[in-house]
């Protein structure tokens, strides 16, 4: 496949799955603020006016974990004084003492794992175009959402982005497609025109495609809020959000909800990290690493690198450099990105951060698995 077109889709704060992402991820926050490292997994689900909260920890932790679901959903936009009423939050609480054990001792992987990482040249992030100017105007409608700008603008919005490839490298936007719920919207036409100067444009500054003349652009109105009032939300359901859109191929597990003992979350980190530095050691254009984890097994059983033809070397010469540089034993990624100690080391907060606007390509948040640092040793 060389020539093609491809769409990705990314959501704002208020959508309800990433809703559920956020308050998923939160809890691991919280958790793993205290300084615990007892092990914990969170997930979300939610409806008209309830909220599921399933939290499994392997101790039990100081914390409020309804409140924190309300104030995650009040930040996002849905703020209980506007809406008359306090959301309700149903809690399913666990103690699970092996969930400490497995946490403490991360030596072994206790799941069938196969993760993948993906980087490519053309902008500072390393991202696909499709999924990076997705997430660009889903920032870029809460922003103005959030500074009144567009007033009228639901929580709840959704950004779809079809980019056309010649020879694998992006030439044409071809086509941009906004979901909006609104109170009190103007007409469709000024609706749009505002939607464009205000978030669409702003947002394609920089990315070296912008709307032209054959650029169709789209708006389809919500009626009303959207948001929660209108359709459920569940934790994990939004993966090509989370990872690089539809260009690539991904393990389809949830990032969110997991503490850093998830070889099904931490590998995914690992894996971008390792495909950006392949990227930054100027080793290929573009690059998908596969990491394959067995059940019961210390380092992933195989280590796979597709530079779909774009490599300066052969693809099984750059794996074999990463086996050699990188440890991607599933007791030493956490402890090599820090990842059990973030949250507590930047406020309280870390992973929610993440679960919005997508877990890669965020350089702005600093995340170890961004990190460069061991690209010349691949080179």
Request: aromatic share 6%; hydrophobic share 40%.
């Amino acid at each position: 496949m060389r020539n093609f077109m491809m769409t990705s889709e990314a959501v704002t704060e208020g959508h309800p799955d990433k809703l559920c992402d956020q308050i998923s991820d939160a809890v691991i926050d919280a958790c793993l603020a205290t300084g615990s490292r007892a092990g914990v997994t969170a997930e979300c689900a939610m409806a008209t006016g309830v909220t599921f909260l399933s939290v499994r920890s392997g101790a039990e932790l100081p914390v409020d974990f309804a409140a924190l679901a309300r104030r995650v959903m009040s930040e996002a936009g849905y703020e209980q004084k506007k809406r008359g009423r306090v959301p309700t939050v149903m809690l399913e609480l666990s103690h699970d003492p092996d969930l400490e054990a497995e946490a403490l001792a991360p030596g072994r992987a206790r799941h069938m794992v196969t993760a993948f990482g993906y980087a490519c040249s053309g902008n500072d992030t390393a991202m696909p175009l499709p999924i990076l100017a997705a997430h660009r105007i889903a920032r870029a409608l809460d922003a103005a959402r959030r500074d009144q700008r567009l007033s009228w603008l639901s929580p709840d919005a959704q950004a779809q982005v079809a980019v056309r490839f010649e020879d694998r490298r992006p030439v044409g936007l071809s086509a941009i497609a906004l979901t909006v719920g609104a109170h009190d919207a103007p007409p469709i036409e000024a609706m749009r025109e505002a939607l464009r100067a205000e978030a669409v444009d702003p947002a394609l500054e920089g990315l070296g495609l912008g709307i032209d003349a054959d650029t169709r652009f789209v708006v389809f109105p919500a009626h009303g809020e959207a948001g929660p009032e209108i359709h459920s939300g569940l934790t994990g359901r939004k993966s090509a959000d989370d990872f690089y859109g539809s260009l690539t191929r991904r393990s389809g597990s949830a990032l969110s909800g997991k503490d850093p003992s998830r070889i099904d979350r931490i590998a995914s980190y690992a894996a971008r990290q390792a495909a950006r530095c392949v990227i930054a050691a100027g080793l290929a254009w573009e690059c998908e690493v596969q990491l394959s984890y067995i059940v019961g097994d210390e380092a992933p059983a195989s280590v796979e690198v597709d530079t779909y033809q774009s490599g300066s070397i052969e693809d099984a010469e750059i794996s074999r450099r990463l086996r050699e540089v990188f440890d991607f034993r599933v007791g030493a990624i956490a402890e090599r990105m820090d990842l059990w100690r973030l949250p507590a080391m930047r406020d309280g907060r870390f992973y929610r951060d993440f679960a919005r606007y997508g877990h890669m390509g965020r350089d702005e948040l600093s995340p170890p698995w961004e990190d460069v640092d061991l690209a010349d040793r691949l080179a």
